[in-house]
């Protein structure tokens, strides 16, 4: 569509929607407004790859995911179709802000961090390459809360992001299902003696389905992510009277991850992962049955991946429907399964992975739990043939009175993996060493990735326009090619045009920072930014312990040889998770000491920005010269903001932990800071059981001053905060061995003090780093997902290359 074509259906919309003309409508009326219009393109192309996919019976994949944090969608899905330059072309000459446009649409809190947002990466690359994928989860009324600080305190208020219509989903009532809870169940002979279960007394739950396109780069692709809403029954209203009863309905979508720190939170949780496995695997069983085929072929047609253990119960119930409804034999039921589900596993700590009650799951699901029950039977019977009752047992989906998700993901699907070299590594030596005996060849590793197409392309504009000047437009399509980047590396006016481009970022996160924020930041400062979920083993707070410490030392040598910096943080703790959210607390309490001491000035100031989430990071990740990786090595299976800031310039200061080991071989020691303790190192020093850190701090006066200025006064307004703080690193013995690994930090900081104040030698690493950092497209993950778990074969691979390259 041509500029002035788009300027006629835009007021002819305007006009359609709201009946007065396009300048008198506000921000968000003329969101809606394009909104619409762009829906009005897309929606053929929508409908026919949708009817095409049938017609064809070609193989889907279906990724059940408790979160999908997408992002505002206008600007990618303009780009998407070759729009974007048109569409803000055409608004500037409407006399319209587009940028003030495309800021009116909500972003969509349906995720807590990177989970979320590597499942919406992943939405991104299935369809930008061609492979036939459905994103399945919730439709979540208010997402994860809205974050504000109230006396440096973190509050939770609802986020209300359905407050306005959403121009992109489309609500299919028709493909609605039931959802079955509680009751009692038995099994009883049918005609053909033939056990079938017969249910009373249950709770049923409409599972209305909404869904929301996700269009290909510049292709005819059009996937669906479908969000499923509870609604009560039709003809089943005059059972909800009360708004008691109502509401026992409404909770199902609420809210993403409800307080779980009581009984009443757990049940409404497990609630919430039945709902979204149950109308996922009755849609995919609908869909199949279209097809016309033998459910022989199902594995053939159909790919079901588990991001993560909260879609597990996809596995029972994927087998009551076979087995119950569909008369499969247990053996033939088992054998589709298995062949037709993969799961990813995301957690490090056997310990934290998800297990439930088995009383809970029988009283909310107890066809269910008889399904798991003889799935564990079956397993020890198995399993205890072939390697002894230990092995067994160890590795069974049931352990006492409760039932452990991960287990029973694993025995049930023909692919586990990891999420980075490291990850996988470790989950297969220490953390699921068992089942790596039973199922030698069933695990693999699959590195994260994210999408340069929004992390680039539409975060920063500038930079993707001198990529374009030097290297061509081919990155865009393959990101790899970014590495002819690296080519230019002595070239002056690349590296005069990168570090422009990094200014005009860093300005206007400061422009952002003084209107949000009232405070005013240096851009030429050195912007050290840590953003990611708030908790203890990313080590937010060995990050704080080194603002104290260069605090300290400025107040005593005002001429200390410190580069000025911006200390950027953003971040979210669980609502129940105490120790984060004072270490929140104390943040905001060092930030309003540093920021306001006269005798400091612009030589430190501190960042902490509210609610956190895809649109603030597109705008702090181009600002980034310094990429926080902090957490102890071991314990974070891969990340995916060191690879969005590595794709814009940042330099990594990392541990040798998740993806930092991958991002480490590409760019080699110069090119990263390094430091702290490998993974190896952790593991020896917890065996050997010998670590005090009450000794570190009694011999190190520097971990002891800055460990004292928690509790001394220094920092006001934290007396309770500070000494939780402290008391957990020299009482409690420093769990995640922050004091361990504070030299070797304080050092690689220095580092990067040194070299931030050359800033020609700084720009040639960060040019590296961005030529690197094509290898981390989420695309090139799909495609080997594609190729050696879900066997699918992309429709159009625009990136040209067979799967045997991918490495």
């Avoid at 209203?237 to 199902?252: A, C, G, L, N, V």
């Avoid at 039921?333 to 310990?351: M, P």
């Avoid at 400061?510 to 209107?515: G, I, Q």
């Avoid at 800033?759 to 695309?779: C, H, M, Q, V």
Wanted: aromatic residues 12%.
């Amino acid at each position: 569509m041509k500029v002035d074509a788009f300027k006629d259906a835009y007021k002819k919309k305007f006009e359609d929607m709201f009946a007065v003309p396009y300048t008198s409508g506000s921000t968000t009326e003329q969101f809606q407004a394009l909104g619409q219009l762009l829906r009005s393109i897309y929606t053929d192309k929508w409908v026919h790859y949708n009817q095409g996919k049938l017609d064809s019976k070609q193989k889907q994949v279906f990724y059940f995911s408790m979160e999908f944090l997408p992002g505002r969608q206008l600007k990618r899905y303009l780009l998407n179709l070759d729009l974007l330059d048109t569409a803000r072309t055409a608004l500037e000459e409407l006399g319209l802000d587009f940028e003030a446009v495309a800021a009116a649409e909500v972003d969509p809190a349906l995720g807590n961090g990177g989970l979320g947002r590597l499942a919406s990466c992943f939405m991104d690359s299935m369809a930008a390459t061609g492979v036939p994928g459905n994103g399945c989860g919730i439709r979540y009324r208010y997402g994860l809360f809205k974050q504000k600080f109230i006396d440096g305190y973190q509050i939770e208020l609802p986020e209300n992001w359905l407050r306005n219509p959403n121009s992109w989903e489309v609500r299919k009532e028709s493909k609605s299902v039931i959802v079955r809870f509680g009751g009692n169940v038995w099994l009883e002979a049918n005609q053909y003696g033939d056990l079938k279960p017969v249910y009373e007394n249950t709770f049923d739950v409409l599972a209305v389905p909404y869904d929301t396109p996700q269009i290909g780069y510049r292709n005819d692709v059009v996937n669906n992510l479908r969000l499923f809403t509870a609604e009560i029954p039709p003809g089943h209203e005059s059972y909800f009277t009360t708004p008691e009863q109502r509401k026992e309905i409404q909770e199902i979508t609420e809210v993403l991850y409800p307080d779980d720190s009581n009984y009443e939170g757990r049940l409404l949780r497990l609630k919430q992962e039945y709902f979204m496995c149950s109308a996922g695997i009755q849609s995919i069983v609908r869909y199949f049955k279209t097809l016309d085929l033998p459910w022989s072929v199902f594995p053939d047609k159909v790919a079901i991946h588990i991001n993560d253990t909260h879609p597990t119960l996809c596995i029972p119930e994927l087998m009551r429907i076979l087995v119950d409804e569909e008369s499969l034999t247990w053996g033939q039921a088992w054998n589709i399964v298995k062949k037709s589900t993969s799961y990813t596993n995301h957690t490090i700590l056997a310990e934290a992975m998800e297990r439930w009650p088995i009383y809970m799951i029988e009283g909310l699901l107890p066809r269910i739990m008889q399904i798991i029950y003889e799935i564990n039977r079956r397993h020890l019977v198995n399993k205890t043939a072939l390697y002894g009752a230990e092995l067994a047992h160890r590795t069974a989906p049931i352990d006492g009175d409760q039932v452990l998700m991960a287990n029973l993901a694993i025995i049930a699907s023909h692919s586990v993996n990891g999420v980075a070299k490291l990850h996988t590594e470790i989950l297969e030596h220490y953390t699921l060493r068992d089942f790596k005996t039973i199922y030698p060849f069933r695990f693999n590793n699959k590195t994260n990735g994210v999408t340069h197409r929004r992390w680039v392309q539409l975060a920063n504009e500038g930079l993707s326009k001198v990529l374009d000047q030097h290297i061509g437009n081919r990155w865009r399509f393959k990101p790899r090619e970014m590495n002819i980047l690296q080519a230019f590396r002595d070239n002056d006016e690349v590296l005069e045009q990168l570090q422009e481009v990094k200014l005009a970022n860093k300005e206007r996160f400061a422009r952002f920072v003084k209107e949000e924020m009232k405070l005013d930041i240096d851009p030429t400062a050195l912007f050290d930014v840590q953003i990611k979920r708030l908790h203890a083993y990313k080590r937010q707070l060995l990050q704080v312990m080194h603002i104290v410490d260069r605090y300290l030392t400025l107040k005593e040598n005002p001429k200390a040889d410190f580069a000025k910096r911006v200390f950027i943080f953003g971040a979210k703790a669980a609502p129940s998770y105490h120790y984060a959210k004072s270490v929140i607390k104390i943040i905001n309490e060092l930030a309003n000491l540093v920021n306001n001491d006269p005798a400091i000035g612009d030589k430190i100031k501190i960042v902490f920005v509210e609610n956190y989430g895809v649109s603030l990071a597109e705008l702090i990740i181009p600002a980034a010269n310094l990429s926080e990786q902090i957490s102890l090595a071991g314990k974070e299976a891969s990340g995916t903001s060191n690879m969005k800031l590595m794709a814009n310039g940042a330099l990594t200061m990392a541990t040798l932990d998740g993806a930092n080991v991958e991002i480490y071989d590409l760019v080699g020691d110069d090119n990263i800071f390094l430091f702290g303790m490998t993974a190896d190192d952790v593991q020896k020093l917890r065996e050997a059981n010998n670590y005090y850190s009450r000794a570190i701090y009694e011999e190190n006066p520097q971990i002891k001053r800055v460990l004292n200025a928690f509790i001394d006064g220094t920092i006001p307004n934290i007396e309770a905060e500070g000494r939780e703080i402290f008391d957990s690193l020299v009482l409690y013995n420093d769990e995640y061995f922050l004091l361990q690994d504070y030299p070797s930090f304080y050092e690689a900081q220095m580092a990067a003090d040194k070299l931030y104040q050359e800033p020609k030698e700084w720009a040639k690493r960060a040019l590296t780093n961005i030529a690197y950092s094509g290898k981390f497209s989420s695309d090139y993950t799909i495609l080997r997902y594609a190729e050696s778990i879900w066997n699918v074969s992309p429709e159009t691979n625009l990136l040209g290359e067979g799967f045997s390259n991918l490495d």
